[in-house]
């Protein structure tokens, strides 16, 4: 009876990894997805409650795609492409008020700054200021590029969600990278 119990079990499971379900997949992508989607958000300016609730209608459009049987073949360009669509319309509309900066955005540190020494701390700031700086002055192509990057989609992927094609996305990156030395150095 006991191996009865465990078979019905396991093939429950077997099951459950099967179901390619449109609210599972929405599920799947919402775990691993939403928090890079809301920093990727905020690294475009937009204010976080805002980048929360673009996110949110991100997988709302998700579930309403895959219950329409759209193409469910790279769901997390999909889902940056989207999410980038919805930000630029939100900008365009806020238009007239300001768009907050990356003032509010606080780089992850490897280290505890209790562990620095005065001066230490003081160097780490100046390369923070000359990072951000630098990002602000890149081009839109070559920031959006690196910031996506930076989320761990791939040149392909990157393609896909700014429309671009898969060299000129490396190209972005390249000189992006390139300049945020130079500004850094």
Known sequence: ???????????????????????????????REHAPLVRYLCFLNVNPET????????????????????DATNLRAWLYRVAHNLARNSQLSARSRK??????????????????????RLLEAERMRLL?????????????ALLLRSQ??????????????????AENVQRGMDALKKAVA
């Open 99 to 120: 768009t907050e900066s990356l003032t509010g955005v606080t780089p992850h540190k490897e280290t505890a700054s209790s562990d620095l020494s005065a001066e230490d």
């Open 51 to 70: 980048a929360k609730e673009i996110v949110q209608d991100c997988f709302v459009k998700l579930h309403e795609h895959l219950q329409g049987n759209g």
């Open 132 to 144: 951000r700086e630098g990002i602000s002055r890149l081009p839109d192509a070559q920031k959006q």
């Open 152 to 169: 761990g989609l791939k040149y392909r992927e990157i393609a896909q969600t700014l429309g671009l094609s898969t060299s000129t996305v």
């Open 1 to 31: 009876m006991g191996n009865l119990i465990a078979v019905q079990s396991l093939a429950s499971s077997a099951d459950y990894l099967e179901d390619t379900s449109p609210l599972r997949l929405v599920m799947e992508y919402y775990d």
